[in-house]
Nanobody
Framework: QLHLVESGGGLVQPGESLKLSCIIS????????FGWFRQAPGKEREGLSC????????NYADSVKGRFTISRDNDKSTVYLQMNSLKPEDTGVYYC???????????????????WGQGTQVTVFS
């Protein structure tokens, strides 16, 4: 398992942007896919995006498609989530997670992910 630490959350207004970072410690980082999830108060954890080990393949939940972009820099041991056009419903704690495999699955079943960060808070207020 790898150790993950998220950062970059904050308090923003609708329409603004944030870029989250997930710094990963441990070796063989490029053997695994990584995902981003969020959890809003009183709701279940929601899968948002996933990126394959090479970065070649990505997928997005419908709720963020076209607004969020996932990327990774294996040399910097970092996975990113660029979030544009933020909405109040994007509010929540955002987590990055290490997948068990080098590829992304067809869904965001949390059981596909073996390590999680501590989360970073994103609040979008009017």
């Amino acid at each position: 398992q790898l150790h993950l630490v998220e950062s970059g959350g904050g308090l923003v207004q609708p329409g603004e942007s944030l870029k989250l970072s997930c710094i990963i410690s441990g070796w063989i980082l490029d053997h695994y896919a990584f995902g981003w999830f969020r959890q809003a108060p009183g709701k279940e954890r929601e899968g948002l995006s996933c990126i394959s080990n090479s970065g070649e393949h990505t997928n997005y939940a419908d709720s963020v498609k076209g607004r969020f972009t996932i990327s990774r820099d294996n040399d910097k041991s970092t996975v990113y989530l660029q979030m544009n056009s933020l909405k109040p419903e994007d509010t929540g704690v955002y987590y990055c997670a290490q997948a068990r495999a080098p590829y992304c699955g067809s869904d965001y079943d949390p059981n596909r992910f073996v390590s999680w960060g501590q989360g970073t808070q994103v609040t979008v207020f009017s």
